[in-house]
Structure formats: C-alpha cells, structure tokens
C-alpha cells in the first residue's frame, strides 16, 4: 500500500508543478490526517496561469477524454484522474504539503457542502448523498473546521468564492449549473433529506452551517447573477466582437486574441465593475495572466461579465 501511495504521491506533485492544485477525495487524506477517506479518482483545479499537460506519450497513462478546459485519463490501469482546468482556486485557499499544491481547509469544507446541495437537488442516489454527508462529519470532527464554521461571514464569503470557481466550468458544461428557483420549496427539500441522515448533535450543527449558506440573501443572488450569465452567453459572444474586426472568439481555448493592445484596453475599461457587498470576491483579478498585451484569458472575460453594472 505504501508503495502505491509513493505513486500516487510522485504523480501528483509532478501535475501540481504545473500550477494545479489537488482537490477532492485524495486532497481529504492529506488535509484530515487523523480520519481515512474513501476516494475513487484524483481530482485538480487550475491556480491561474497553469501550464496545459500532454500525456500522449505517457505510456503509463490512458485517456478517456482530453480537450483545453479538462482531462479525464487512467493511470497505470487503476487510477482514474481528472484535471478541470477551467476552475480557478485563488492562491489565497491553497496550502502546500511534502510538496502537494492542495485546497486548504476551509475550501475543503465549503466545496463539499455546495457538493451535498448539489446532490439533493438533483435527486442523486441515496448512498451517494450519504457519503457526502459522512465526508463532512468527518471533517467537522476537526477542531479547525468547528472554529472556521463559528464565523458565518467567512462561511459565505468562500460560498461566494467557491461558486464563483465553479461557475467558470458551468458556462463550458451548463448542464451541471446549481439551479434554485424556490428558496423556500428547496431548502424544504434539502432540510427533510438532511433530518433523515441527523444521528447526533454534530449532525445537527451541519445542518445549520448548510442553512446559514443556503439562506442567505447575497449567496443566492450571485447565484442568479451566474446563472443569468450562463444563460446569456450569446450577449458575451457579441460584446467580445465589438472590439474586435479581425480576431475570433475561440469559445474552447483559454486565450482570447484582440486586434491589438488598444482594444484590448477599451474591452476591458468598458466594463463598469460593482463588487457591493462582494469585495471579497475582487481576489481572482489576481489569478489572471496579464502577460500578453493584446490576449486575455476566457476566465477573466467572464468574471468581468459577471461582476459588470448592468
């Protein structure tokens, strides 16, 4: 088994070199050392201006689905992986340990709360829905979490945060979009589902750190603003070639070509930027690669769509 770990540990220092950052299940071990979690793939995200992976000539490793924004692939016959570039984690939740570029802590936490909500919405199976849950038992038996889940202000702001990261893939798979039309009608929903798994007072202190998330106001309205996004993306579409006669919007790559530098500028400056109530939020214009003088990341473009007065 220790062999196997030294594997699995020797690859993922290899991808998060790449300016990718583990999350998920495996991320789970290495973060919550006292408990022992149950994983099936390892999962990265992008922090900024990662460097693409080629595996073609890895003969150690078999794709099943590789294109710009994610790779899902096979290690050594056993381990399945995914990269979702895509997602963006400011560099302010990721922690490094023996030398493993990981989301830390809180990130953890919030993630697999919005996973759970994701979950029960979506009507997923039981013994899916349970596992989640479980995972998140075993994460507020640590002292950390049960101090970071008593400031309900830091709870919603990486909420915030985490959606946002989230929404970069959903506009590149809008299927797997969050969607709350009834706060009332679904929290009904979710609380009902959650009393059947409550055993104990912890149990119960879980469902109260998902309720003061899900209840509350400024969540869910940048909710509906990513969801207004996503559902419009013809209208990003057509800003981008008001600024452009030459260059094309290339919906599948992360780099965006403008005519030139000026236009570039104009693009960006056209955007009235309102972060009210969502200062925190204002961390990923740090994230993106400013290099190129007149080229501009996709995920960029969006969060200036997102955060622009209408």
Not at 218 to 237: G, H, P, Q, T, Y
Request: some cysteine; overall charge positive.
């Amino acid at each position: 088994m220790n062999n196997t770990n030294n594997i699995y540990n020797d690859f993922i220092k290899n991808i998060t070199d790449n300016n990718l950052v583990l999350t998920g299940s495996y991320s789970y071990n290495i973060n919550f050392k006292k408990n022992k979690f149950k994983f099936n793939d390892i999962d990265f995200i992008s922090l900024g201006n990662h460097e693409f992976i080629d595996f073609s000539k890895d003969l150690d490793i078999e794709m099943i689905f590789n294109d710009n924004f994610v790779t899902k692939a096979i290690l050594k016959e056993y381990l399945n992986f995914e990269i979702i570039y895509m997602s963006l984690i400011p560099k302010k939740y990721v922690k490094e340990i023996d030398g493993i570029k990981l989301v830390n802590k809180n990130w953890t936490f919030i993630s697999k709360i919005i996973q759970l909500i994701c979950l029960i919405l979506d009507n997923t199976r039981e013994e899916k829905i349970n596992k989640v849950f479980n995972d998140l038992m075993l994460m507020y038996n640590d002292w950390y979490i049960k101090l970071f889940s008593l400031n309900k202000i830091k709870l919603v702001h990486i909420a915030d945060i985490v959606l946002i990261s989230s929404s970069f893939f959903w506009f590149y798979k809008p299927s797997s979009l969050l969607m709350i039309d009834d706060i009332e009608k679904e929290w009904f929903n979710i609380k009902k589902k959650l009393v059947k798994l409550v055993s104990n007072s912890n149990n119960r202190r879980i469902i109260k750190i998902i309720e003061t998330i899900f209840n509350n106001t400024k969540w869910i309205n940048l909710l509906n603003k990513i969801k207004v996004f996503i559902n419009n993306r013809e209208a990003f579409i057509e800003k981008y070639y008001l600024f452009n006669e030459n260059m094309f919007l290339k919906i599948d790559e992360f780099k965006q070509d403008f005519d030139n530098y000026e236009q570039l500028e104009k693009y960006i400056t056209s955007f009235k930027l309102n972060f009210d109530k969502y200062k925190h939020c204002k961390i990923f214009l740090d994230s993106f690669d400013d290099k190129s003088k007149s080229s501009i990341d996709i995920r960029k473009m969006m969060f200036l769509t997102l955060f622009a007065t209408k």
